[in-house]
């Protein structure tokens, strides 16, 4: 029988230690770096689970954000379109 518990987020600095919250920094960059070389640009959240006992860290769930117009990588505006005098 299970005997409870809580799931849900928490938003406050504390909640993971230094050591849980490099594990959790370091399988995120790792699943962001995997997105992007299968061509995946935008944004996404992840749930991160820590189990206790064990001491472990893991990735709960992935949430893409899809957004409502392409994503577009800033770049400078062609020289003609910034010189004075036009």
Known sequence: MY??????????????DADHRAKAVDLVRRLGDGLAQEAYLGFFEVDILVD???DEVYLG???P???????????PAPP???????
Do not use: H
Request: with cysteine; hydrophobic share 35%; net charge negative.
């Open 3 to 16: 005997d409870g518990g809580w799931c849900g987020n928490d938003l406050f600095p504390t909640v993971l």
């Open 52 to 54: 206790l006992d064990a």
């Open 61 to 63: 769930e992935l949430n």
């Open 65 to 75: 954000r899809i957004l409502s117009q392409p994503l577009t990588i800033p770049t």
């Open 80 to 86: 003609s379109l910034t010189t004075s005098g036009i």
